[in-house]
């Protein structure tokens, strides 16, 4: 379809920056999306597009892995709200404070950032595990949610595209194994760690707003507003902090468990989705039983919080199918190759890495996903390491990093709307907050890429 195939993801982008709107932004898209694929097919009339758009929908929720996002999306709802409801969040933050753990700004942000790599097996579930521990303690030092979902957002992936001992590096490793290289597979891996330039700046900058407590652009905007306002934090009196710590260690020690048991005992073949997923619903439970065990709250009412929970998180969990089902029309479109075919052959040698970034980062923004763009970009960069004698390992960081980067200013990126659940932020506000400084990194990694690739290939 060429040029046309990009037409979807444009009018998810514009009109999010013109409405404000990102529901229905991505169901315009997703209609546009199956209209032109009508419209390209020989069959079937555009007054269809509708039709197909819902059974679009269907088959995407049918998908075991995508019903596993879905579910623990509005598990997490109810995990929130148990450990919000029974005081657990506000002791944990006395306690805390108490202890002389977080009390400045500096701190609270190491720990939110330390948190985070901590629990690298699993990008969302690091993002959850950061956004819940640090939320009240944001509130309490007056910091906007917008700079939490930022330094969640850009710990994890990058975090988890470094040290590769989990999904992450498993997935980027079956990849490779289809084809023969002069190195294997694992040592062309790690070998992008020290080349993964988006991932290192991302960091570096990350660690540069917590030290220096400096925020800038339209997240300077944010805080700004926040400091005038009287907020009044919405929890609960204190409790025990335990009504919050046990179902967190609970879902990081499960989650570990059921990596291990899902990839029958290695730890980075285990299922991400169903790792996540079981480990969610089992914090849940946990969170329940100790609000019983409190007695202040009945069976009825802990099921009515639980609900209530899921409730607030319709809205974002929507934004979750919507993403993925335009992800779907997508593929049938083949935007992504489209957006691939930008990497030209008859570029520079020393352009052809800086172009596998930029094509991977586009890619990404305009599809919502970076394990996509990586399954379509890899098998295109594989073949010019073969061909051009390209060094594996900066090609492959190139397109990893792209991925990420791209990931990170999408605003149709289901990851992006993780990080909104998990830090309890506005969707469009955490990309607008985020966005300068993810442009940053990508600017940086663009200029890294290029000299890099005249040292390594002249």
Request: with cysteine; net charge neutral; glycine share 10%.
């Amino acid at each position: 379809m060429d040029w046309i195939s990009i037409i979807p993801p444009l009018v998810a982008i514009f009109v999010v920056f013109w409405k404000k709107e990102v529901i229905m932004a991505l169901l315009l898209a997703v209609l546009c999306a199956e209209g032109l694929i009508l419209f390209n097919g020989t069959e079937g009339s555009l007054l269809l597009a509708p039709i197909n758009a819902i059974e679009r929908t269907i088959s995407v929720a049918s998908s075991p892995g995508n019903t596993r996002i879905l579910i623990f999306s509005l598990m997490v709802g109810a995990l929130l709200a148990y450990i919000r409801d029974s005081g657990g969040v506000t002791a944990t933050v006395n306690w805390l404070v108490g202890k002389g753990v977080a009390k400045s700004k500096r701190q609270v942000g190491s720990l939110t950032m330390f948190t985070g790599i901590a629990v690298f097996i699993e990008s969302n579930l690091s993002v959850l595990t950061a956004g819940i521990f640090a939320r009240g303690l944001y509130d309490k030092f007056k910091m906007s949610r917008a700079r939490l979902a930022y330094i969640i957002d850009s710990t994890s992936a990058p975090v988890c595209i470094l040290i590769l001992l989990n999904g992450w590096g498993a997935f980027v490793l079956g990849l490779l194994d289809g084809y023969e290289l002069e190195q294997t597979s694992a040592s062309i891996l790690w070998g992008t760690v020290p080349l993964n330039f988006y991932a290192i700046f991302t960091l570096a900058i990350v660690v540069y707003t917590i030290a220096k407590d400096k925020v800038h652009g339209p997240m300077a905007e944010e805080e700004a507003a926040m400091s005038k306002t009287q907020t009044v934090l919405e929890t609960e009196p204190p409790t025990k902090a335990r009504y919050m710590l046990v179902p967190l260690i609970t879902m990081v020690v499960s989650m570990v468990g059921f990596m291990l048991w899902t990839g029958n005992g290695v730890l980075s073949q285990g299922s991400g989705s169903k790792s996540v997923l079981y480990a969610t619903i089992l914090a849940t439970a946990v969170a329940y039983f100790l609000m019983l065990a409190h007695k202040r709250f009945t069976h009825h009412e802990a099921v009515a919080i639980g609900f209530k929970g899921m409730g607030e998180l319709l809205p974002l969990v929507t934004i979750v199918l919507l993403s993925l089902t335009l992800g779907a029309s997508l593929k049938v479109l083949g935007t992504g190759v489209f957006v691939a075919g930008i990497v030209g052959e008859y570029l520079p040698l020393v352009l052809i890495v800086p172009m596998l970034f930029l094509a991977g980062a586009v890619m990404s923004f305009t599809t919502g996903t970076s394990w996509g763009t990586f399954a379509i970009l890899i098998p295109i960069g594989v073949p010019l390491i073969q061909t051009l004698g390209l060094p594996p390992s900066l090609v492959i960081a190139a397109i990893l990093g792209g991925g990420v980067f791209g990931d990170h200013c999408s605003p149709i990126s289901d990851t992006s709307a993780v990080s909104s659940i998990a830090a309890g932020c506005d969707l469009l506000t955490h990309i607008r907050t985020q966005l300068p400084y993810a442009l940053t990194a990508g600017g940086l990694t663009l200029i890294a890429y290029v000299a890099a690739s005249i040292i390594m290939i002249g």
